[in-house]
């Protein structure tokens, strides 16, 4: 999980639920649902009983959400796999991927450009070429990127993942 999607939502709006079911105080409830009967579990105990209706009820949506995701994209992931459309290619994202699928000039836009770049070399096609007609701007913000990864790629190499996408 390379953006840690799972422990942020997964992980944490499993624990809204189920917090709910043990900590729901009888005054929100009596606002929300003109009723108190069945409160949080521990608002329960304090009471003297031994009521974990709400509980149960947040642990059963909980695992409603859980099946209902899986049924549902659990095929869509498994196509995506399939194609090999679900990763990146691993060299792609040790060089990124903004690089590998948007081109250089989306990188240069973003970090402000080269150093002393003004764009005022850039052509009609988006992108300033050198004498033998390459795009110099990629391969400077290749030679960056390489530096920031600690691995240095051949232009060639850089040309061909890009063309490949």
Do not use: C
Not at 44 to 61: C, P, Y
Not at 96 to 115: C, F, I, V
């Amino acid at each position: 999980d390379a953006v840690d999607a799972i422990p942020v939502h997964m992980v944490n709006g499993a624990w809204g639920l189920i917090a709910t079911g043990l900590f729901s105080s009888p005054g929100p409830m009596i606002e929300a649902f003109e009723s108190d009967i069945h409160v949080g579990f521990f608002y329960s105990l304090g009471r003297g009983s031994f009521d974990a209706t709400l509980l149960g009820n947040q642990l059963l949506a909980t695992m409603f959400i859980f099946g209902f995701t899986t049924f549902m994209m659990g095929p869509f992931f498994f196509v995506l796999n399939y194609m090999g459309w679900f990763r990146a290619d691993s060299l792609e994202e040790l060089v990124g991927l903004d690089l590998s699928y948007m081109g250089n000039r989306q990188q240069l836009a973003m970090t402000g450009g080269g150093e002393g770049d003004d764009f005022s070399d850039v052509g009609s096609a988006g992108a300033a070429t050198d004498d033998d007609g390459e795009d110099s701007d990629v391969k400077e913000a290749e030679k960056e990127q390489a530096k920031h990864v600690g691995i240095v790629i051949p232009h060639d190499a850089m040309s061909q993942i890009t063309s490949d996408v």
